[in-house]
């Protein structure tokens, strides 16, 4: 944006609307501009849900003369996909305030938009961009908009700029009314935006869920979902992660959702929270009988909070799922916790990830879940600083569960010993499919004992063993054992340096197994000789691997020749996407499996996706 010295006071306002159309390789037509998604379903696709979007990444405002606008880059913004509960940070370049001469042009310009409209399939192939221009009804009368928190449009502005502005709003916000989905996280639109946009959300009633994280919303900005709520009556999930709403503002969250029958997902990640604030969530957890979902990742939430929400459970009869990743719960937190879960019935996910439970939390916890008829499917309970002792009360827990589902342990230093109390837990138990054991510390002796038990035990679907110094032995004990037995169907072997002879194993492996349909074997030094291992493999005999990670492997030309010439062999691979990321291909070996993965899709039309 130019300084406000360097406008020329001389020309008409104008607002316009910017969309550069490109591609996107689906049946619906698609347009993709910076900031906005706009999607709704379409008729004639075959999507599997109807709900209609709206995305929101990036207000930009420019101002230029004589109808030449200012240069500026290009800002692309994507989207994570979490699970994943993840929000993104705002842009470097914020929406900001400033100050311009009485008649200088403003305009509002959304760039790299994405607009899927059903119904009316826009031409895709145009390029360049298309100037929209909309007649706007007159402005809400006392509307005062502003940018960013603070901030209002300059009062020496003109009242035609400052009447058009807020025209242009008004109708952009009346447009979202219909939207089931509202994403605008990262916009940075402050307190005022938030009011401003509150207008139009609450008499939206199809609108189910709204992301409003990352935008510099504080305790005073919350008061807006107060009229929100009371119309609208629809509104399922509630993402404010991001925001510095602190205590204050997670009290006034809870005073407005009191008696809010429709909100069943509430994430308040990285929103400053501290135990004031949990109390005031556990209150109205007390109170509230339709939240099933609480997110409170990485706050500063300590025992006493811990303390607050343990009390909640003990007489909320509906929350399925509670989220305290990142918080300082430590071993009296964990405790309080088991306490409160002993009389509950109806949570099924417990997320703890970093909180430095330690052993004596786990006894603790472990005792209080099993004394109570919580039926848990989702444990979390990484980088909380266990050790081989902590393992076996986990372990006593795992036996006797009828149903946990997934269990992660990741970071945690439990060693060869805790392995080998996790693997007698195995064979007892018949409900765990999934399980995290990366980064604690086991070498080949602790992966044999878990091996063993994979022989007898058909429920284990996914293994993520990674950034563990098994070697090649642990790498052996592995491959003997899935070759015909177990049910493995996702394998991670990420960092545990197996090497070119332990790549050999695992390839083995490959000729014989038929459930493996990912694998991960990235930072392993395989090199050139363990990629041929592999691609021999794959070259006749494999037929159900979908995916394969061979990231950080120190792999050059010759190692992506013989993947590229398997590829070319093998008609009934079934592999779609290979990492060669981070390796040392020259432009040779990257040619090679270029032309690989041509090749398999002029003869069999399978596209595979290679990354190198």
Not at 450 to 471: C, F, H, M, R, W
Not at 592 to 601: E, G, K, S
């Amino acid at each position: 944006m130019g300084h406000a010295s360097a406008l020329s006071p001389y020309f008409q306002p104008k607002i316009s609307l910017s969309l550069q159309s490109e591609a996107f390789g689906i049946s619906a037509s698609c347009y993709r501009a910076h900031g906005l998604l706009l999607s709704f379903p379409n008729t004639a696709s075959s999507f599997p849900s109807r709900r209609t979007c709206f995305r929101f990444s990036t207000l930009v405002v420019r101002a230029a003369d004589g109808g030449a606008r200012r240069q500026s880059s290009v800002r692309r913004v994507y989207r994570q996909s979490q699970g994943e509960s993840a929000f993104r940070s705002a842009p470097v370049q914020q929406i900001t305030s400033f100050v311009v001469p009485a008649g200088s042009f403003v305009a509002f310009t959304f760039a790299d938009s994405f607009v899927e409209i059903g119904g009316e399939n826009l031409d895709a192939k145009t390029k360049g961009p298309t100037l929209v221009e909309n007649k706007s009804p007159a402005p809400a009368k006392g509307m005062n908009w502003s940018f960013a928190a603070g901030t209002n449009l300059f009062p020496g502005l003109t009242a035609k700029i400052d009447r058009e502005s807020k025209q242009k709003l008004n109708e952009f916000a009346k447009e979202i009314r219909s939207f089931s989905i509202v994403d605008m996280s990262g916009c940075n639109f402050g307190d005022e935006g938030l009011f401003f946009l509150a207008e139009s959300l609450a008499y939206n009633q199809t609108l189910e869920e709204v992301s409003f994280a990352a935008n510099g919303i504080t305790a005073e900005g919350i008061k807006a979902f107060d009229r929100v709520l009371q119309s609208n009556f629809v509104l399922k999930t509630l993402n404010l992660s991001g925001n510095p709403i602190g205590d204050e503002g997670a009290k006034s969250l809870c005073d407005i959702l009191v008696d809010n029958n429709s909100i069943e997902k509430l994430q308040l990640n990285s929103a400053d929270l501290g135990d004031e604030g949990a109390k005031a969530i556990a209150d109205l957890l007390k109170k509230n009988s339709n939240l099933r979902v609480i997110e409170l990742n990485n706050n500063m939430i300590d025992y006493s909070g811990f303390t607050s929400l343990a009390g909640a459970f003990l007489e909320n009869a509906t929350v399925r799922s509670i989220y305290l990743n990142g918080n300082y719960g430590g071993a009296l937190g964990a405790n309080a916790l088991a306490k409160g879960l002993e009389g509950n019935k109806s949570l099924r996910e417990l997320h703890l990830q970093g909180n430095s439970i330690g052993d004596e939390g786990v006894r603790a916890l472990m005792s209080g879940l099993s004394a109570s008829k919580v039926k848990l499917t989702h444990l979390d309970l990484g980088n909380n600083s266990i050790s081989a002792k902590g393992a076996f009360h986990i372990a006593e827990y795992v036996k006797k569960s009828k149903s946990l589902f997934w269990l992660n342990m990741y970071m945690n230093d439990i060693g060869d010993q805790g392995a080998e109390k996790v693997a007698e837990a195995l064979k007892q138990n018949r409900s765990l499919a999934i399980i995290d054991l990366g980064g604690n510390n086991i070498h080949a002796k602790g992966i044999s004992e878990i091996a063993q038990v994979l022989k007898d035990n058909s429920v284990i679907s996914t293994l993520e063993v990674g950034y563990n110094p098994i070697g090649p032995d642990g790498a052996e004990a592995l491959s003997e054992v899935l070759k015909f037995h177990g049910s493995i169907k996702s394998l991670k072997l990420g960092w545990c340096q197996i090497g070119a002879k332990g790549a050999e194993y695992i390839a083995d492996t490959l000729k014989y197994n038929n459930t493996i349909t990912i694998l991960d074997l990235r930072g392993n030094g395989l090199r050139d000789e363990g990629a041929r291992c592999l691609a021999r493999s794959l070259k006749v005999v494999n037929e159900v691997l979908n995916e394969l990670d061979l990231g950080f492997n120190e792999i050059r030309d010759d190692g992506a020749f013989a993947i590229a010439q398997a590829l070319k062999a093998n008609e009934d691979v079934k592999i779609t996407s290979l990492n060669l990321a981070n390796n040392f291909l020259t432009k040779f070996g990257q040619s090679a499996l270029t032309d690989a993965r041509d090749h398999v899709y002029e003869m069999n039309e399978k596209e595979v996706n290679i990354v190198f």
